[in-house]
């Protein structure tokens, strides 16, 4: 049997690989889950669970502050992706390393009459 190779997959190898990640601060949601899914299957990256979006990001900060390596922070999509720009705009105003990824929601899902609930970012 062939294992599946998703894209998550290769993004969580390219960063232990290519980044020498060695941890992820990451808040699980639907849009990310298949990423959070493939961080916690790579066994040398150590994934660091937050209780919010903005934590992600400041820890994620904080970490490459310390490490001197790029953090990386992996968040949801809509309300998740917004409530990170706090730590992404410090982290830029410092000019600290900061590698942010954030799930989205398929486009047909953000057309056609429907309330808005996510949105690009």
Not at 50 to 72: D, F, T
Not at 83 to 89: K, L, S, Y
Request: include cysteine; glycine fraction near 10%; charged fraction near 15%.
């Amino acid at each position: 049997m062939t294992k599946i190779y998703r894209v998550a997959d290769y993004i969580a190898d390219f960063l232990s690989k290519e980044n020498n990640t060695r941890h992820v601060f990451l808040l699980p949601g639907g849009g990310n889950m298949h990423l959070v899914d493939a961080i916690g299957s790579c066994n040398s990256i150590e994934a660091v669970a937050c209780l919010h979006e903005q934590a992600v990001s400041i820890s994620a900060e904080a970490y490459s502050r310390i490490s001197k390596n790029p953090g990386v922070a992996l968040v949801t999509s809509g309300p998740g992706s917004t409530n990170a720009i706090t730590g992404v705009v410090g982290a830029w105003i410092e000019s600290v390393p900061l590698i942010v990824i954030s799930g989205q929601v398929k486009l047909a899902d953000m057309m056609g009459n429907l309330p808005i609930r996510q949105s690009g970012v």
